[in-house]
């Protein structure tokens, strides 16, 4: 049989994890650098603390786990006969892989909470695993980068995570738009509608707008039972062009009796204010009303990031995420409020790769290529090897007395950039000659120079 893997996976050649490492340790770095401390939790999660967290589409997307040994010998001969897949999955499924790094956030911050410093800033970068269609930039396993804080209302978290963002992306050389918005002001209109009780029907009809366009937005309301009235009423706002003021001004003349939609309009234009003073680099940021994000668990403000730039033909979410007031009350742990973003790694690795924005240098893990002249010269090849990977330089010898041709076609195919030479001449002279496979220059030199020069070029 012809060796396959499943659909919606990957495997990833030596080249596509230099650039993925590049791009996690540049993560990383600001992560950091705003003070997140790493964590890492389970592959697989309990199956009930993960359903009914991210929404009815969601836990049909949840990767179940069969039970060890005979999973079905506790199934009655009645249930079989239903063949009713979901009143059998609690019967023969305890576990599953985790959909994000969210909810198992939230189960260790409950878990843990005796041990923890609040407020408790962590990010974490792993798998998830979602039963999804796959296509261009969706997987089936792809990795999240997360960062959260959590035990603090203070929106200047969320005034943070944007600086977080520009930060990324600053770095990255890749220029965003984020979106914002706060499901406070969608539960606005949702209660302006008489419509509370649909709340996430309108809200899992929303997120996918971009998609489906406002006629289908509106069908997928009506399914769901949502009046026609209120589908009305939203269509405006579904279409709505104007700034951040004018989009501001339309929601507080929409939402005048709302308490909870004034709320959330008063905590955008907080974000806003404080955002206003600084300049960003990466990110140009504004406000979209018809922004949603389809997870149950955002209370608050939320984000949603894509590329900003021209030549880009992705133009799906590259990161996101929001605000949750009550995640942790799930697990027993209530009024413990929580902001966090999540960078799609799998996404974010498309679209530098499509506009060519890794560095030059990111696919060679090695600075030099040490040539094997032969039983005689290698002691001394050893010893410079030694030097120079004791000065912080990557470098290999190669293993086998061959060919120089050969030796050379090894250093091109790995995309070493330098190669030593180090045979009786040198030894004698106590020097090395460098040559630079890419200009083809040779230069003859001590070891001290030569890492000297790999280092300023580094």
């Known amino acids: 049989m012809k060796p396959s893997i499943p659909k919606g996976t990957r495997d990833f050649t030596p080249e596509d994890m230099l650039k993925r490492n590049f791009l996690f340790d540049t ?18 999660e309990n199956l009930s603390t993960l359903m009914g967290k991210y929404g009815e589409e969601g836990d049909k997307l949840i990767f179940k786990i069969l039970n060890s040994g005979d999973f079905l010998s506790e199934v009655s001969a009645d249930e079989l006969s239903l063949k009713n897949s979901k009143k059998l999955t609690s019967s023969i499924s305890e576990k599953a892989l985790r959909y994000d790094l969210t909810v198992p956030f939230a189960r260790y911050v409950v878990m843990h909470q005796n041990e923890i410093t609040f407020p408790f800033k962590r990010y974490q970068i792993q798998p998830v695993w979602r039963a999804d269609r796959p296509q261009k930039g969706r997987y089936r396993e792809f990795f999240q980068c997360d960062a959260d804080v959590i035990g603090t209302n203070s929106l200047l978290c969320e005034l943070e995570l944007l600086q977080l963002i520009d930060d990324v992306f600053a770095k990255l050389g890749l220029n965003v738009v984020v979106l914002i918005n706060n499901r406070k002001i969608l539960s606005g209109i949702a209660e302006v509608f008489n419509e509370s009780e649909k709340i996430i029907d309108i809200t899992v009809a929303i997120d996918k707008l971009d998609k489906i366009g406002p006629e289908k937005v509106a069908e997928e309301m009506r399914t769901k039972g949502v009046s026609e009235k209120a589908i009305d009423g939203l269509k405006p706002l579904l279409v709505f062009e104007g700034s951040d003021q004018e989009k501001i001004d339309l929601l507080k003349k929409l939402l005048q009796s709302s308490e909870v939609g004034i709320q959330g309009i008063t905590e955008l234009e907080t974000l806003l204010d404080y955002a206003s003073p600084f300049t960003f ?10 922004l949603a994000r389809g997870l149950n668990y955002y209370t608050g403000a939320i984000f949603e990031v894509k590329t900003n730039e021209p030549k880009a033909t992705f133009n799906s979410s590259i990161c996101g995420g929001g605000r949750y007031d009550d995640l942790t009350g799930i697990f027993g742990l209530p009024g413990m409020s929580g902001v ?31 040539i094997n002249f032969g039983e005689d010269d290698i002691p001394y090849s050893l010893q410079l090897l030694n030097k120079v990977r004791a000065a912080g ?32 001449e040198e030894r004698a002279a106590s020097t090395l000659m460098l040559k630079d496979m890419k200009t083809g220059d040779q230069q003859k030199m001590e ?3 030569l890492i000297e020069f790999i280092r300023n070029r580094n």
């Not at 993560?27 to 697989?44: A, D, H, V, W």
């Not at 973003?341 to 030099?368: H, K, T, Y």
């Not at 190669?398 to 030796?407: C, F, H, L, N, R």
């Open 27 to 44: 993560i990383k770095s600001s992560f950091q650098r705003f003070g997140y401390l790493p964590l890492e939790t389970p592959s697989m």
């Open 281 to 290: 680099k990466n990110i140009e940021y504004k406000v979209d009303i018809t």
């Open 340 to 370: 966090g973003i999540s960078f799609g790694a799998d996404r974010i690795c498309d679209v530098l790769e499509e506009l060519n924005l890794f560095p030059a240098n990111v696919e060679s893990s090695l600075d030099l290529l040490f």
């Open 393 to 424: 330089i990557n470098a290999e010898m190669y293993p086998d007395a061959a060919k120089m041709k050969k030796q050379f076609s090894y250093a091109d195919a790995r995309k070493i950039p330098f190669v030593v030479m180090a045979g009786s």
């Open 447 to 449: 070891l001290n120079s």
